[in-house]
T-cell receptor, first 113, second 114 residues
């Protein structure tokens, strides 16, 4: 079936470090891929998306490239800030009648000053 | 206006109470969603409305009753809940249902059932 696997957390980094959160997916057809972020006590915010192979989504210094050959959508940021501390969810959505988002389990990120 | 609003922010209720959660968007979106999120877990889809009609019910117990009075408003009526229903309830909307349309989430209502 369709699924999303992302690296287990928590991930702890120092401020200005390079961030990678791995995400791989299993899906039939051509899903759209998303990264959502959830700050403490808040709802989910769409961070970035890509709708076809080789698309790169970017926002707030974060980037992710839709790699169909490796079925991956890894999230990267060159220099993290304390304010990036949050839970990050990788997700996919595909065109079916049921309009579901398949979420990964989430990766908690802690950035130390 | 590019946001989804939810009220109340917090709700505490007893198992015999009846309460409602409210969600509103003014982005002209025609699909709206209810999710339930337990601590340290991803959101789980409960209901989908498309053009004000219920299109998906993910086998949710009848003690949860959704309602979509118009294209901007989505309610979730709660009755005879159990303590295990305590969670963050998230509303979302998208322009239309379908693969290319991302969902915009509200801040959620944190529900505690005593």
């Amino acid at each position: 079936g369709n699924s999303v696997t992302q690296m287990e957390g928590p991930v702890t980094l120092s401020e200005e470090a390079f961030l990678t959160i791995n995400c791989t997916y299993t899906a039939t057809g051509y899903p759209s891929l998303f990264w959502y972020v959830q700050y403490p006590g808040e709802g989910l915010q769409l961070l970035l998306k890509a709708t076809k192979a080789d698309d790169k989504g970017s926002n707030k210094g974060f980037e992710a490239t839709y790699r169909k050959e490796t079925t991956s959508f890894h999230l990267e940021k060159g220099s993290v800030q304390v304010s990036d501390s949050a839970v990050y969810f990788c997700a996919l959505k595909y065109l079916t009648r049921d309009d579901k988002i398949i979420f990964g389990k989430g990766t908690r990120l802690h950035i130390l000053p | 206006d590019t946001e989804v609003t939810q009220t109340p922010k917090h709700l505490v209720m007893g198992m015999t109470n009846k309460k409602s959660l409210k969600c509103e968007q003014h982005m002209g979106h025609r699909a709206m969603y209810w999710y339930k999120q337990k601590a340290k877990k991803p959101p789980e889809l409960m209901f989908v409305y498309s053009y004000e009609k219920l299109s998906i019910n993910e086998s949710v117990p009848s003690r949860f009753s959704p309602e979509c009075p118009n294209s901007s408003l989505l309610n979730l009526h709660l009755h005879a809940l159990q303590p295990e229903d305590s969670a963050l309830y998230l509303c979302a909307s998208s322009q239309y249902s379908g693969r290319a349309f991302e969902q915009f989430f509200g801040p959620g209502t944190r529900l505690t059932v005593l």
